[in-house]
């Protein structure tokens, strides 16, 4: 017979161990620019998330529409997150790199910072104030966001920000927000 205080420890040992012994630590934190682990990473996270790089925007924006992958790359989807934002908000570098692109697309003014590692971030509509070769830096001012043609992309005001990694798109909010699995861990008491 299996007692509740071995049931408990039981069921916490059967949920923690798939996420703890099978999954790479790369899988249990967002994606930086860099390839090499954290200082003292470990399989369970016990310090405070530090976000990859910064919001483009300040403060951090509300994201009215998220990243959502299409099932096959030429199929519709939103490869990209829109974050709320007026004409005229400055769109910060959310990290050192780049510029490779600032100019205009069909009908809007586009820019795309390479912040390395495959990493290529792009803001839409924004009217930019660096130009293509210039070497930015994490939460420099980089442009405007600029009005947004008609019909627009979103139905407010938004900066549609976009991340590709070796020529995908990817979530662009796992580099600003702790986006980790939550683990279980077992239950603590009196010693």
């Known amino acids: 017979m299996i007692t509740r205080s071995r049931g408990r420890s039981l069921l916490t040992a059967l949920l923690i161990l798939p996420v703890s012994a099978s999954m790479p630590i790369q899988a249990l934190s967002p994606p930086t620019p860099a390839a090499e682990p954290r200082a003292g990473a470990s399989r369970v996270a016990t310090t405070a998330y530090e976000p990859a790089w910064s919001w483009p925007l300040s403060p951090a924006p509300q994201v009215i529409r998220d990243f959502r992958a299409p099932p096959q790359r030429w199929l519709a989807g939103h490869r990209g997150a829109d974050l709320a934002a007026l004409p005229g908000a400055q769109v910060?570098?959310?990290?050192?790199?780049?510029?490779?692109?600032?100019?205009?697309?069909?009908?809007?003014?586009?820019?795309t910072v390479d912040v390395g590692g495959g990493l290529l971030a792009s803001f839409e509509p924004v009217?930019?104030?660096?130009s293509t070769g210039d070497s930015v830096t994490e939460g420099e001012v980089i442009g405007v966001l600029a009005e947004a043609p008609s019909p627009g992309?979103?139905?407010?005001?938004?900066?549609?920000?976009?991340v590709r990694l070796n020529g995908n798109y990817v979530n662009p909010?796992?580099?600003?927000?702790?986006?980790?699995?939550?683990?279980?861990?077992?239950?603590?008491r009196g010693r």
């Open 153 to 162: 992309h979103c139905a407010v005001s938004c900066l549609h920000w976009g």
């Open 92 to 111: 910060l570098s959310p990290s050192a790199g780049t510029v490779v692109f600032a100019g205009w697309v069909v009908n809007r003014p586009v820019m």
């Open 173 to 188: 909010l796992i580099y600003v927000t702790d986006r980790r699995p939550s683990v279980l861990l077992p239950l603590q």
């Open 127 to 130: 009217d930019a104030s660096v």
